[in-house]
């Protein structure tokens, strides 16, 4: 078998693995398993179980290691909604870096966007709160964490509700809803050729 890289548009609530996975209550957790037929291939990288969106799917070790060391600083752009507006001087603050966990982060791109961006509703839907606004940011990363956009905007005062990784450098979630997934197309698969 070739390689093969696969693009999957993750929902909310699914882990991002294969084997399976038992609740408390002995229930069974949806896992990648259930959307991907495809044997043999790993997720380059992770996506929490309350986050959504783009995963790259491969069975090339290689790319998987090389995208996913911070050493090599492969873009991951985030669609990020939070509790009340960021102010000026926070969104500076993550774009400089902020201490989580005893680490500073890498400097990172953080735009406020003017308006919620389209995406297909979350079920569950976040809690809403009449009293506490919420804004959607942009934020591009070069490092991946475990949580760390969550523990960056919760440091800034700002806690996330919704998480949706829209990019991974070029590659995107554009043309996917969740659950779907599709192979990647010769000129993306020549962009990863590109940058491993």
């Given at each position: ?47 929490d ?83 506490v ?20 905007t ?43």
């Amino acid at each position: 078998m070739g390689d093969r890289f696969l693009l999957f548009y993750k929902p909310y609530d699914v882990l991002s693995q294969f084997s399976e996975a038992v609740l408390p209550d002995g229930r069974q957790h949806r896992t990648l398993k259930a959307f991907i037929p495809i044997p043999d291939v790993y997720p380059v990288g992770r996506l929490d179980r309350d986050s959504e969106g783009l995963m790259l799917l491969t069975n090339n070790g290689y790319l998987q290691h090389r995208l996913t060391d911070p050493r090599f600083e492969h873009p991951r752009t985030y669609w990020v909604q939070v509790e009340r507006v960021p102010t000026p001087e926070s969104l500076q603050q993550l774009r400089q870096g902020v201490v989580i966990q005893n680490y500073r982060t890498r400097p990172a791109q953080v735009k406020l966007l003017e308006s919620a961006p389209d995406l297909p509703p979350r079920d569950p839907p976040i809690r809403f709160r009449k009293s506490v606004p919420t804004a959607w940011l942009e934020m591009t990363l070069t490092e991946g964490k475990n949580r760390q956009v969550r523990r960056m905007t919760a440091a800034v005062g700002f806690p996330t509700l919704r998480l949706i990784r829209v990019a991974i450098g070029q590659l995107s979630l554009a043309g996917l809803s969740p659950g779907d997934w599709r192979d990647l197309s010769a000129t993306e698969v020549s962009w990863l050729d590109r940058n491993q």
